[in-house]
């Protein structure tokens, strides 16, 4: 353990890089911790961010709120929309679509989830669809949305990367953070390896107790200057290249994600105000830059807005998130995906892990150990999650989709699907991000059939298990019926100006 941190107290804290990580980092920082510790930003212009990251889950809610963000102040300066869960095209097969959506779905019981209901009801000949029992789907398929003050809808949302970095720079610099503009040239360590202070090509030095890695796939500090380990996923996670384009809005934004996948990865549609997002997530062994750039343009509506840009990574994570006096947020710890609009999250969750434990009086072993061990084993619980959709398919069209059928899997999630597939279950346990009808939605979606269920509905009559399954439906019907278009609503709660 370091000698020079421990019993030294943390009164400064150095923030490497302005991206979205960065940024939400030094909000949190200086609003929750500000009256105890300096929190300092270094970012260059010159390199810029990685521009991309538009979609997001419904924890960020929470994360705003602990924050006292606003909601229509911060959806008016992002251009934000509403997302009520991912719309994922032929993922099974070719032809295929479910969506996965926030919320819960349907009404189980203290025995038995949800879906060993819906199961009993199909063995009997109620054929309703799963989705029919989820108000969210219900919603985001007839474009319409409302916030409630009950809470009934779960919802997220798109937003613009670049403006969600502004708003934070200028709520975090309300909040007593100061930015620093200029290209960290050389990273300073005491003699036991810490990181001692940043020194800008400008000559300045900036010196702090505790740093927070933000560089992006850089990974200044984590990577580059403590060599500190990485854990490769792309066994399991093959796409490792992005083709971004954005163009103009042909229709009102609709609410929620696209995921259409194609025969070596798949592309993203996320609407926004002003704008949609697009790109291509491919496997280069697979697929070219230049295929992929074309398949992209052949693939998208509306004017484009932006140089096609590629973003090279690799799957998997640091060994260590916290190692020495830095702790990488963002990119530099780590890349899973962005399939399930995940990374935003994690760093969010991070930075709330690392104020939850933060080292006023020190840095210890036993504070990193516990950081990093909560860190990995949530990462690699999104992880499993993720590699479920490229595996559970019954695509054989192309090289890439056999790679991703035939691949094996971590035994966390052989083990999830298993039980899936025999007996409908499906678990989420105290920590882990994805709830079980997370994973119903998706296991069902991409065409498993689970050969048993709980047999506790089937003391039911028929006509009882008609009428309160009929039940659910009819009032998610009424529920969706009353609620407006959401671009209308969109634009009567939080149109940004301009628009
Ligand atoms: P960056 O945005 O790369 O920022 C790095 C910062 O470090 C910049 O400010 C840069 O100037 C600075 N920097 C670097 N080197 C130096 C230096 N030498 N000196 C000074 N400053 C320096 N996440 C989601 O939650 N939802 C999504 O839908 C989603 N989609 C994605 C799609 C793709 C293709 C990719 C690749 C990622 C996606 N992500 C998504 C992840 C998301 O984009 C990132 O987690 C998020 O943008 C945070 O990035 P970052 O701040 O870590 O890095």
């Known amino acids: 353990m370091s000698r020079a941190l421990q019993n030294h107290q943390v009164k400064k804290v150095v923030i490497a890089g302005g ?24 970012e260059s212009d010159q390199i810029g961010t990685v521009g991309v990251g538009e979609a997001t889950i419904p924890p960020m809610r929470i994360f705003h709120s602990l924050l006292g963000i606003d909601e229509q102040e911060f959806m008016r300066a992002t251009e934000a929309v509403f997302k009520l869960g991912i719309s994922f095209k032929n993922w099974g097969q070719i032809g295929d679509h479910y969506l996965h959506p926030f919320g819960t779905t349907g009404q189980g019981s203290y025995l038995a989830d949800f879906q060993h209901f819906w199961l009993h009801g199909k063995s009997r000949g109620i054929e309703h669809d799963f989705d029919q029992y ?90 580059q200057t403590l060599k500190t380990d990485y854990e490769d996923w792309s066994h399991w996670l093959p796409c490792d290249s992005a083709i971004a384009v ?58 484009v807005l932006t140089d096609p840009r590629v973003i090279k990574y690799k799957t998997g994570r640091r060994k260590q998130f916290w190692n020495k006096n830095c702790i990488a947020l963002g990119l530099s710890s780590g890349f899973v995906e962005p399939l399930e609009s995940t990374s935003i999250y994690l760093f969010m969750n991070g930075i709330v892990r690392l104020m939850r434990m933060f080292p006023f009086h020190g840095i210890t072993q036993s504070a990193m150990d516990e950081y990093n061990q909560q860190s990995i084993a949530e990462l ?16 054989e069209d192309s090289e890439f989709w056999r790679y991703c059928k035939n691949m094996s899997i971590p035994d966390t999630l052989s083990h999830r699907i298993e039980l899936f597939k025999h007996n409908a279950l499906a678990f989420q346990d105290e920590r882990e991000l994805f709830r079980l009808e997370s994973w119903t939605h998706v296991m069902l979606g991409q065409g498993i059939k689970p050969e048993s269920y709980h047999p506790m509905f089937s003391t039911m ?32 709660y939080c149109q940004a100006k301009g628009n």
């Open 19 to 42: 991206g979205t990580a960065g940024w939400v980092a030094a909000a949190a920082l200086s609003k929750k911790l500000g009256p105890f510790i300096d929190v300092v930003l270094v």
């Open 461 to 492: 009559s028929d006509e009882e298990l008609m009428a309160h399954l009929g039940h659910i439906r009819s009032s998610i019907t009424n529920a969706v019926s009353k609620l407006p278009p959401h671009a209308t609503f969109v634009q009567q």
């Open 246 to 303: 954005q163009t103009e809005s042909v229709v009102p934004p609709v609410p929620y994600v696209t995921c259409t996948a194609h025969h070596a990865g798949w592309q993203w549609h996320i609407p926004l105000q002003h704008r949609v997002g697009n790109g291509n997530v491919f496997c280069s062994q697979f697929m070219s830059d230049d295929d992929a750039k074309q398949h992209l343009l052949n693939n998208i509506e509306g004017k």
């Open 134 to 223: 989820s108000l969210e789907i219900q919603a985001a398929k007839a474009n319409k949305f409302a916030t409630s003050k009950t809470g009934a809808i779960n919802f997220a949302y798109h937003l613009d990367a670049t403006r969600y970095a502004q708003f934070l720079r200028t709520f975090s610099e309300k909040n007593g953070a100061t930015r620093i503009e200029g290209k960290i040239q050389h990273v300073h360590q005491h003699a036991n390896g810490d990181i001692s202070g940043l020194q800008l090509e400008s000559g300045e030095l900036i010196e702090g107790d505790l740093f927070i890695d933000c560089t992006g796939f850089r990974g200044l500090l984590i990577d």
């Open 380 to 395: 690699e619980n999104v992880r499993d999650f993720i590699i479920l959709h490229y595996h559970v398919t019954q695509r």
